[in-house]
């Protein structure tokens, strides 16, 4: 079974820190996908990163996919009050091909 | 905006009760796919479909069954509601034709008590 865990779960943090979110894995996933999620909504779709070694970036995200296509990092730079919300990675697994999702970090950032 | 909606938003119903989901889309898109949403545990797959009268089982689907008689609704049914099956449903998309490995449009979920 591939299980992907996310690192912290749990982070508070003060405007204008800067910030990391792990996901890792044992196993290889063929992508991984990063959303963000605010109270009583759904998941929003951020990101997707394909190829090892992959970075993008979005304003002041930036999300990077191992060599090895087995863990991710989300780095948030100057974090923000409107950036307070669940994050969650998902990879695409091996086996039928189904999203996999971390169990989240949520974030707090308090002005 | 993926154009997804869920009915109802909020549902309090007693254990032993049956209960039924429904999720809809505007836009007909093939894939659709049940998650349900814990503490601790992400989002995890119930069940999913690829096509109408099409579904298969996800990581958690016991207890819940499923069925998509038109492509704009896939309805989410729990036979007989337990208290382990309180939890937050969402509703999702996928807009490609890859199976399950596009990325996901969420609807804004149901949020399920059962007592």
């Known amino acids: 079974t591939q299980l992907l865990e996310q690192s912290p779960q749990f982070l508070s943090i003060q405007e204008g820190e800067n910030l990391t979110v792990y996901c890792n894995s044992s196993s290889v996933f063929s992508s991984l996908q990063w959303y963000r999620q605010e109270p009583g909504e759904g998941p929003v779709l951020l990101v997707t990163?394909?190829?090892?070694?992959e970075v993008k970036k979005l304003k002041r995200l930036t999300f990077q996919f191992g060599d090895a296509r087995k863990d991710s990092s989300l780095h948030i730079t100057a974090a923000q009050p409107g950036d307070t919300g669940l994050y969650l990675c998902a990879g695409v697994s091996n086996q039928g091909g189904k999203l996999i999702f971390g169990q989240g970090t949520e974030l707090s950032v308090k002005p | 905006d993926a154009g997804i909606t869920q009915s109802p938003r909020h549902k309090v119903t007693e254990t032993g009760t049956p209960v039924t989901l429904r999720c809809h889309q505007t836009?007909?898109?093939?894939?659709m796919y049940w998650y349900r949403q814990d503490p601790g545990h992400g989002l995890r797959l119930i069940h999913y479909s690829y096509g109408v009268k099409d579904t298969d089982k996800g990581e958690v689907s016991d207890g819940y069954s499923v069925s998509r008689s038109k492509t704009e609704d896939f309805l989410l049914t729990l036979e007989s509601a337990t208290s382990s099956q309180t939890s937050v449903y969402f509703c999702?998309?996928?807009?490609?034709?890859?199976?399950?490995?596009?990325?996901?449009?969420f609807g804004p979920g149901t949020r399920l008590t059962v007592t």
């Open positions: 990163v394909v190829t090892g070694g």
């Open positions: 836009e007909n898109h093939r894939y």
């Open positions: 999702a998309i996928s807009l490609g034709q890859l199976r399950t490995a596009d990325e996901q449009y």
